[in-house]
């Protein structure tokens, strides 16, 4: 699910879930898009909604589509209807925003957590993911990964940002809707804060066997959103907007590879340290002795959280 907004702005974007059992239909998830006007501090601010919507066997996709969209529209007090957008962009998409100076600072929130997964499953996923779009090359890092209590609310409105970009749990996140990110853009394209909601009352695994929502997958795309993209329309990219159950799409594709470029450009080279020769001596014909330095004194190597008593 996309929300992306202009100005001072949220913006929210996800993937929708398939089933869990392998002996279900196969999923079938259908691309919307809805413009709205949202209540800010200053009145109204647009706010784009992109929408990934599972459409179960049997169903017709345009009256699921509209019964999702009416959801989201409800899900959000004083928005207005401003008229429908297209679907899911050609190839990569720019959300709106990047981050200044390339970097974002992120924690987790574990409460909430579901017993399908560990406190160091997710958090060795969440680091695998942000290292994988790290790794990519571009002038952007996700840092930090620190424990939190701060709630990732910002997906409830504008009052809800507390300058902390948080992941975690929210039950019951929307009917198909796996999980979300909100941004606030605020001053034009600059973000300022990011919350990505997870849904607890889904089925994760880490498994990479097993026929449900990997959420290494799912964190991977979410924090695609995170850093400025939006969905692509490329099938093997992570951040094309569709997902199965049991897919792993762990590794950025070239078309995600493209995106993070056009939006930050190639990391610099770091410079090689190079040597200095020291210049030799002229020999002297009678050198004069001298006496050896007295041993200097031993400073003790300091280690945070370790005592040099």
């Known amino acids: 699910m996309l929300f992306a907004l202009a100005g001072t702005a949220l913006a929210t974007l996800g993937f929708v879930r398939g089933s869990a059992d392998s002996s279900a239909a196969p999923l079938h998830v259908a691309g919307a898009s809805i413009d709205l006007l949202v209540p800010d501090a200053e009145g109204m601010s ?4 992109q929408m990934l919507v599972e459409v179960p066997a049997g169903e017709r996709e345009d009256d699921v589509v509209a019964g999702a969209i009416e959801e989201t529209i409800a899900s959000i007090p004083g928005a207005i209807p401003a008229g429908r957008a297209g679907g899911v962009s050609a190839q990569f998409k720019a959300a709106g925003w990047v981050w200044e100076p390339g970097r974002m600072v992120w924690s987790y929130n574990d409460s909430g957590r579901p017993q399908d997964l560990t406190t160091n499953e997710v958090y060795e996923a969440l680091l695998a993911a942000t290292g994988t779009w790290n ?6 890092q996700f840092t930090g990964g620190y424990p939190t209590i701060a709630v990732p609310s910002l997906c409830g409105g504008l009052s809800n ?62 924090l695609g959103h995170v850093l400025g993209l939006g969905h692509s329309s490329t099938r093997n990219a992570v951040m094309y907007g569709s997902y ?23 990391a610099s ?16 014909s009678s050198p004069t ?9 031993q ?7 370790l005592s040099t008593n």
Request: hydrophobic share 40%; aromatic share 8%; glycine share 6%.
């Open 46 to 49: 647009p706010l784009r909604i």
């Open 135 to 140: 790794a990519a090359g571009a002038a952007f």
């Open 161 to 222: 940002a507390d300058q902390a970009n948080t992941l975690g749990w929210w039950p019951a996140i929307g009917a198909n809707v796996l999980a979300r990110t909100c941004t606030v853009p605020a001053n034009g394209p600059i973000a300022s804060e990011s919350d990505i909601q997870f849904d607890s009352s889904r089925n994760w695994t880490l498994d990479p066997e097993a026929v449900a929502i990997d959420f290494h997958s799912v964190s991977l795309h979410e």
């Open 244 to 266: 199965s159950a049991g897919q792993l799409k762990r590794e950025l594709e070239t078309d995600d590879l493209a995106g993070i470029y056009d939006l930050y450009g190639a």
């Open 269 to 284: 080279p770091v410079p090689s340290s190079t040597a200095t020769a020291s210049p030799t001596p002229s020999p002297t």
């Open 289 to 297: 002795p001298t006496t050896p330095p007295l041993p200097l004194a």
């Open 299 to 305: 400073t003790p190597l300091f280690v945070p959280g």
